[in-house]
């Protein structure tokens, strides 16, 4: 099996081992009045999408270990 | 009831609520004024529907690099616009433009007498990306299509991303997809070996007949296919009311041309393209940390990321970064970013192709796939005017100027031993022997109407 798919296969069993344990702690992690800080811009990952996207550009041209920094978001968890 | 908050919370509070102006700011002052109204407020907000912001950012960054004694470098304006409007409450319409403009100087890799080879040269990349989302209550899902365009190369990617918040809305679930089917500009070299291949020039024709689905026109240069398929997925957790954690996995495969069709590498008397293997798998894992430090009204950021590749390039870095408010205002944020990789197997130092031999039966200049360290430090300023009752420009509920500015510091690493290197890596020349290798510079505007 090529590398990446054996660790792909590895990471699919880990994450989903991880979603389940984050899902169950998660609902208990903070409550909705608790968001308050997390729902403050500086805790949103990838805030501003050119700087993030500029960044990885420039990275991406520069780099060759450049790529797979995770997607924006988070915070308050307000899709 | 009207809760009064500090200014800056108040801000925070009308830029965060997916929910129609009027009733932004109302729900927040509830969640941070008392529990019991907040619960309320909350309660709502899980069953209102879900609704983005109409939004619009435009920037501009500068990137500029320096080689010594005029032996090449690079400067990159890269504009970029987005726009992203709402149709209806479950639809949501972007359009998104950027450009490279590109100009520079690049000589021959490993050539001693760099000075008199290097050559200019300048082009312009436009590329342009259309993408319909939908989203619940508590999901998204979003399909996009991008189209880049440049004299040599030729991208067209579809993709698609979907997120999903798990019950309790502490933990959000992304996976994404994309697919890219790229062309690359390359000398016709009929049957050459690749000891023989000659390297693309600025003075030959790229033409291509039918626009993007065209095919080549008989002539100097065919047009090579270059296939991309990227997967990420992505979970994001709340800890605690002031920390969250991002973890991402992340794959690649490449299948196609792969080399810089320009590049040419001093191999024993001659300076063929450079050849590279048509095949690259790759794949990171990373985590980002935020913590957020109320009394300080600022936020500590971690990032850490460690990645691998069928090449043999294995890399990492590291990432801390600390924003703090100032007054009503202003944001002022500093990072400072370290990463090292190791090179390609088939990486060799100066003058080792061209006095010993091939890396089997590869030879690249390409530094991407050298040895090397890095350092990133820089700071950005961000300032924020809330709207209020009476819209900013009489148009945003919410606009935001960044200025941003990093430097960049290169430590080269050798490849090889000196016993297989005599010579050294001083005179490679992929890059420059100063402290700071580059800069960048991005002013930009960014508003929610």
């Given at each position: 099996?090529?590398k990446p798919?054996?660790f792909?296969?590895?990471f699919?069993?880990?994450?989903?081992?991880?979603?389940?344990?984050?899902?169950?702690?998660?609902?208990?992690?903070?409550?909705?009045?608790?968001?308050?800080?997390?729902?403050?811009?500086?805790?949103?990952?990838?805030?501003?999408?050119?700087?993030?996207?500029?960044d990885d550009?420039i990275r991406s041209?520069r780099e060759g270990a450049a790529g797979g920094h995770g997607?924006?978001?988070?915070?308050?968890?307000?899709? | 009831?009207?809760?009064?908050?500090?200014?800056?919370?108040?801000?925070?509070?009308?830029?965060?609520?997916?929910?129609?102006?009027?009733?932004?700011?109302?729900?927040?002052?509830?969640?941070?004024?008392?529990?019991?109204?907040?619960?309320?407020?909350?309660?709502?907000?899980?069953?209102?529907?879900?609704?983005?912001?109409?939004?619009?950012?435009?920037?501009?960054?500068?990137?500029?690099?320096?080689?010594?004694?005029?032996?090449?470098?690079?400067?990159?304006?890269?504009?970029?616009?987005?726009?992203?409007?709402?149709?209806?409450?479950?639809?949501?319409?972007?359009?998104?433009?950027?450009?490279?403009?590109?100009?520079?100087?690049?000589?021959?890799?490993?050539?001693?007498?760099?000075?008199?080879?290097?050559?200019?040269?300048?082009?312009?990349?436009?590329?342009?990306?259309?993408?319909?989302?939908?989203?619940?209550?508590?999901?998204?899902?979003?399909?996009?299509?991008?189209?880049?365009?440049?004299?040599?190369?030729?991208?067209?990617?579809?993709?698609?991303?979907?997120?999903?918040?798990?019950?309790?809305?502490?933990?959000?679930?992304?996976?994404?997809?994309?697919?890219?089917?790229?062309?690359?500009?390359?000398?016709?070299?009929?049957?050459?070996?690749?000891?023989?291949?000659?390297?693309?020039?600025?003075?030959?024709?790229?033409?291509?007949?039918?626009?993007?689905?065209?095919?080549?026109?008989?002539?100097?240069?065919?047009?090579?296919?270059?296939?991309?398929?990227?997967?990420q997925?992505?979970?994001?957790?709340?800890?605690?009311?002031?920390?969250?954690?991002q973890i991402a996995g992340y794959g690649q495969?490449?299948?196609?041309?792969?080399?810089?069709?320009?590049?040419?590498?001093?191999?024993?008397?001659?300076?063929?393209?450079?050849?590279?293997?048509?095949?690259?798998d790759r794949w990171s894992i990373s985590a980002r940390l935020?913590?957020?430090?109320?009394?300080?009204?600022?936020?500590?950021h971690f990032d850490g990321r460690f990645y691998d590749d069928t090449w043999g390039v294995i890399g990492g870095d590291v990432e801390l970064g600390?924003?703090?408010?100032?007054?009503?205002?202003?944001?002022?944020?500093?990072h400072a970013r370290v990463y090292q990789q190791r090179a390609a197997k088939?990486f060799?130092?100066?003058?080792?192709?061209?006095?010993?031999?091939?890396?089997?039966?590869?030879?690249?200049?390409?530094r991407e796939l050298s040895p090397v360290r890095n350092a990133t430090?820089?700071?950005?300023?961000?300032?924020?005017?809330?709207?209020?009752?009476?819209?900013?420009?009489?148009?945003?509920?919410?606009?935001?100027?960044?200025?941003?500015?990093?430097?960049m510091l290169l430590d080269v690493l050798?490849a090889?031993?000196?016993?297989?290197?005599?010579?050294?890596?001083?005179?490679?020349?992929?890059?420059?022997?100063?402290?700071?290798?580059?800069?960048?510079?991005?002013?930009?505007?960014?508003?929610?109407?």
């Amino acid at each position: 099996m090529r590398k990446p798919f054996a660790f792909a296969f590895s990471f699919a069993i880990g994450a989903t081992a991880a979603l389940v344990a984050l899902g169950a702690c998660g609902r208990q992690a903070v409550r909705a009045a608790e968001k308050e800080f997390l729902a403050d811009q500086v805790m949103v990952f990838d805030d501003d999408p050119h700087e993030a996207s500029s960044d990885d550009h420039i990275r991406s041209n520069r780099e060759g270990a450049a790529g797979g920094h995770g997607a924006g978001g988070g915070g308050c968890g307000c899709n | 009831m009207r809760l009064q908050l500090s200014p800056w919370r108040e801000a925070t509070c009308r830029l965060r609520s997916r929910r129609g102006p009027a009733k932004q700011v109302q729900a927040c002052r509830r969640a941070s004024g008392a529990l019991g109204l907040a619960a309320l407020a909350a309660t709502l907000a899980a069953t209102a529907p879900a609704r983005a912001d109409d939004r619009a950012e435009v920037s501009t960054s500068l990137f500029a690099e320096k080689r010594d004694g005029g032996k090449g470098g690079l400067t990159v304006i890269h504009p970029q616009a987005d726009f992203g409007i709402d149709l209806g409450r479950f639809v949501t319409l972007d359009a998104a433009y950027a450009a490279d403009a590109v100009s520079g100087a690049t000589s021959v890799i490993y050539q001693v007498d760099a000075i008199s080879t290097a050559t200019t040269f300048s082009d312009t990349r436009h590329e342009g990306t259309l993408g319909l989302g939908f989203h619940g209550r508590r999901s998204r899902i979003n399909f996009s299509a991008t189209v880049g365009t440049e004299r040599d190369y030729l991208s067209r990617q579809f993709g698609g991303n979907a997120s999903i918040d798990l019950p309790g809305r502490n933990t959000t679930v992304a996976l994404a997809y994309s697919h890219s089917f790229d062309q690359v500009c390359d000398k016709d070299n009929g049957m050459l070996s690749p000891q023989e291949s000659k390297a693309l020039t600025g003075a030959d024709p790229c033409d291509k007949s039918g626009g993007i689905f065209g095919k080549d026109r008989p002539g100097m240069t065919l047009w090579r296919d270059l296939s991309i398929d990227t997967a990420q997925v992505t979970i994001t957790q709340n800890l605690s009311p002031t920390m969250n954690l991002q973890i991402a996995g992340y794959g690649q495969v490449l299948e196609g041309f792969q080399s810089n069709p320009y590049r040419r590498v001093r191999v024993g008397p001659n300076s063929p393209q450079e050849h590279i293997p048509s095949t690259r798998d790759r794949w990171s894992i990373s985590a980002r940390l935020n913590r957020f430090l109320p009394s300080l009204r600022s936020a500590v950021h971690f990032d850490g990321r460690f990645y691998d590749d069928t090449w043999g390039v294995i890399g990492g870095d590291v990432e801390l970064g600390y924003s703090q408010y100032i007054g009503k205002s202003l944001l002022l944020k500093v990072h400072a970013r370290v990463y090292q990789q190791r090179a390609a197997k088939f990486f060799k130092d100066a003058f080792f192709y061209q006095t010993e031999s091939t890396a089997g039966a590869y030879f690249t200049g390409d530094r991407e796939l050298s040895p090397v360290r890095n350092a990133t430090v820089g700071a950005k300023l961000s300032l924020i005017t809330i709207g209020g009752d009476k819209p900013v420009w009489g148009l945003f509920d919410k606009l935001q100027v960044n200025a941003k500015a990093d430097v960049m510091l290169l430590d080269v690493l050798a490849a090889d031993s000196l016993a297989d290197n005599p010579m050294g890596i001083d005179k490679q020349f992929i890059y420059g022997n100063s402290a700071i290798d580059a800069v960048v510079l991005q002013l930009g505007l960014m508003g929610n109407y």
